[in-house]
């Protein structure tokens, strides 16, 4: 089992690019979520997803779109990246929100 | 307004003794918590939890402990090895939601 994975690993953005972060599990983990690590801060929930085709919202929304289409992926969409999203963003998977397995991170700078 | 607190941004441990990590919340809602350790460039791992209906959880060298009055918990790591540096966050469930609290850097000195 690959586990929680995350492409890519790194990625720099100019202001109002767009871009996709992929998300991929292989345990068939129904519960799937998006966290953002800022410096100094614990993670922030910005969407999570309780199966295919149900997503719901967390703590920081705004500027993200998600979409749950398959068990396996949860990819993550920033519409128009601002500086203010630059963070580290994990992915991560369980059979529900009591047991979660993390992916490595993507580390996004916008300039 | 952060609803789950770690107030120590870092704490210092000689190896083999007790490491003691704390963590306040602030809503009685909160019934589940649990606690994650994170090594740099590496998403965070699952530890150890504990439910309200219970004050003490134990897995091997590590404890959590919760005192529902003064919504408080803590974890300790008896005793402390190299390998225990790292960032633990304590968290909250909320509404199928995890909340975050900082986290505390704990480093073990040799």
């Known amino acids: 089992n690959a586990g929680v994975t995350q492409t890519p690993k790194f990625q720099v953005l100019k202001t109002g690019q767009s871009m996709t972060l992929q998300c991929a599990q292989d345990m068939n983990h129904e519960y799937m979520s998006w966290y953002r690590q800022d410096p100094g801060m614990g993670l922030r929930l910005i969407h999570y997803?309780?199966?295919?085709?149900?997503?719901d919202q967390g703590e920081v929304p705004n500027g993200y779109n998600v979409s749950r289409s398959t068990t396996e992926d949860f990819p993550l969409r920033l519409l128009s990246a601002a500086p203010s999203q630059t963070s580290v963003y994990f992915c991560a998977s369980g059979g529900s929100v009591f047991e979660q397995f993390f992916g490595p991170g993507t580390r996004l700078t916008v300039l | 307004d952060q609803q789950v607190k770690q107030n120590s941004p870092s704490l210092s441990v000689q190896e083999g003794r007790i490491s003691i990590l704390n963590c306040d919340y602030t809503n009685s809602m909160f019934d589940y918590f649990l606690w994650y350790k994170k090594y740099p460039a590496e998403g965070p791992t699952f530890l150890i939890s504990?439910?309200?209906i219970k004050d003490k959880n134990e897995d091997g060298r590590f404890t959590v402990f919760l005192n529902k009055s003064a919504k408080h918990l803590s974890l300790h790591i008896v005793p402390s090895q190299p390998g225990d540096s790292a960032v633990y966050f304590c968290?909250?469930?909320?509404?199928?939601?995890?909340?975050w609290g900082a986290g505390t850097k704990l480093i073990i000195k040799p």
């Open positions: 504990i439910s309200s």
């Open positions: 997803s309780v199966g295919a085709g149900i997503t």
């Open positions: 968290a909250a469930i909320s509404n199928y939601q995890l909340i």
